[in-house]
């Protein structure tokens, strides 16, 4: 697995650089070498936060946490992570490595662990038409509904882009791209 990891506001010691490396080890055995993992440390006023995003073949894993220390919120994440892989296992034993993910689950602490979803449930489906709008107008839209997210076209490019309410209250953009 690639490793790349970035400090916003911060500088990062090398000493929290090898213990990031050594906590996302643990994901090896699962991901193969191609995939890629991004370690994003920011810090603001006494609070700091670690995202990790790890992508391979399509499939995208992302957890952040806010805490004091960054070494906390890096166990966090580490953990929130490892929730994701158990509570998706059966989901993603067509796309990993066949027989990894067992192991990895059997040496987890399954004191925590969620129960284990078979089938996701979709309990209801819309159609709408979809305006051209620029992302401006979405977002206000959006906020008329009082949605988390809001579906439009968008009117300069023609693809069908998605506007987002972030957890800190600022909004994301979600603008599809050909791999």
């Known amino acids: 697995m690639k490793i790349t990891i ?8 090398n ?6 490396e ?9 991901f193969g070498e191609d995939a890629v993992a991004n370690v994003t440390v920011t810090m603001e006023k006494n609070r700091q936060t670690v995202e990790v995003t790890i992508r391979q073949g ?33 989901r993603l034993e067509k796309k990993v490595r066949s027989g990894v993910l067992d192991d990895f689950i059997a040496q987890e602490d399954v004191a925590a662990e969620e129960p284990e979803e078979t089938e996701y449930q979709i309990v209801r489906s819309k159609h709408f038409p979809v305006k051209p709008l620029d992302a401006e107008e979405a977002i206000l839209q959006m ?7 809001y579906m439009y076209r968008n009117a300069s490019t023609g693809e069908i882009n998605v506007v987002y309410r972030r957890k800190d209250g600022t909004y994301g953009l979600l603008e599809p791209e050909v791999e």
Not at 6 to 13: C, E, F, I
Not at 15 to 20: A, C, G, N, Q, Y
Not at 22 to 30: E, M
């Open 22 to 30: 050594k906590k996302l080890s643990k994901f090896n055995r699962i």
């Open 143 to 149: 906020n008329m509904v009082g949605h988390q997210f």
């Open 58 to 90: 399509g499939m995208v894993y992302r957890a952040e946490n806010t805490s004091l220390e960054m070494n906390d919120a890096l166990d966090e994440v580490i953990a929130a992570l490892g929730r994701q892989i158990r509570k998706n296992k059966t």
């Open 15 to 20: 000493h929290f650089k090898e213990l990031v």
């Open 6 to 13: 970035t400090g916003r506001k911060v500088t990062l010691h």
